[in-house]
């Protein structure tokens, strides 16, 4: 029995924050589009793993939730009316006679499409584990913060010193019991000024130091610290356990799509094309020489990559899509 295929102008493949602009960048182009991502939601990292983390690197917007950003997201691409295939895998490429990319998924369903751009992050993602008390994964000890009432009154043990830990810091402060911080430097990977705030927020913080064990009878009840220069580890209360030290990502099945790749990365050029003709990437998924992972960067590239992709398709229209007020 043949494959069951979709037509669309432009294909998304990775539906966070970058490939909902990009759908909503199509749209504006006239352009049907079809987003396509390995999770069962929307949202990429932002709305698997951090929906309550305030988001703070958006060109005027002071600071946002997370879900309430990817929210506002797809209802500025909704008037186009793009169309999302989610929990559902890209897998393989080929190109047809006409030089059409088709992407096959991993239920074996094909997109046949004009072009296609990959905003897929870092890809799949795992947490790094804490070496200290796997045991107590979902009994106390989490990776990530989705719901942050459910640590309010706790005693918060969070480890890291990236900028992830002293957000969930900052953001348990308010409802926990207490909130301690852990990192096993006596420097911090994380912006001074959040640093700073979690000081002054009342957090005891504890470096040059890392938890030697978890303890509790089905569930978290205390962490031993063990702390450089002490003879003794350090015995903390501890009902909740927040590891934040940061993630493995994996581009999967993309490393064998013939993609020329540097550090884990899609080498792209100015105009956001791969090495592949009619493929395009743009977000944290690219690597260019002078490259920035901001998501503020990623939406620009997005931009760049959908409009060369609309050329592409039909060299006649011009690069510049024009400005939005111009049709409102």
Not at 68 to 75: C, E, I, K, P, Q
Not at 129 to 158: C, I, N, Q, W
Not at 315 to 327: D, N
Request: proline share 5%; net charge neutral.
């Amino acid at each position: 029995m043949p494959a069951s295929r979709t037509p669309t102008d432009i294909l998304i493949v990775g539906a966070g924050p970058t490939g909902l602009y990009g759908a909503y960048c199509a749209g504006f182009r006239g352009l049907s589009t079809v987003v396509v991502d390995a999770l069962p939601e929307p949202g990429g990292q932002i709305g698997a793993l951090y929906p309550e983390k305030e988001i703070r690197d958006v060109a005027g917007i002071p600071g946002v939730r997370g879900r309430d950003f990817v929210t506002a997201l797809l209802s500025q691409a909704e008037s186009y009316g793009p169309r999302y295939l989610l929990g559902r895998q890209a897998v393989a490429l080929d190109h047809s006679r006409a030089g059409r990319p088709q992407v096959t998924l991993a239920d074996g369903h094909v997109i046949d499409a004009g072009a296609v751009v990959l905003t897929a992050g870092i890809g799949t993602f795992t947490p790094r584990a804490l070496p200290a008390g796997e045991e107590f994964l979902g009994r106390g000890l989490s990776y990530f913060v989705p719901d942050p009432t459910a640590h309010a009154g706790h005693d918060v043990l969070v480890v890291g010193g990236g900028d992830s830990a002293l957000d969930w810091a900052l953001a348990l402060g308010p409802i926990a019991r207490s909130v301690t911080l852990v990192h096993r430097r006596s420097t911090f990977r994380a912006h001074a000024a959040s640093v700073a705030a979690v000081t002054e927020g009342g957090a005891r913080i504890i470096t040059d130091a890392e938890v030697e064990t978890l303890v509790g009878n089905g569930a978290v009840r205390e962490a031993h610290v063990r702390v450089r220069g002490e003879a003794r580890p350090r015995v903390l209360r501890a009902d909740s356990v927040v590891a934040a030290l940061g993630f493995v990502g994996s581009l999967g099945p993309l490393t064998t799509w013939g993609l020329e790749l540097r550090r884990r990365s899609v080498v792209v050029d100015s105009r956001m094309r791969t090495s592949l003709d009619r493929v395009y990437a743009a977000g944290d998924i690219t690597e260019y020489e002078g490259k920035v992972r901001l998501m503020s960067v990623g939406f620009g590239e997005v931009a760049t990559a959908v409009n060369n992709a609309a050329v592409a398709l039909d060299p006649g229209l011009s690069l510049f899509p024009g400005h939005s007020t111009e049709t409102a």
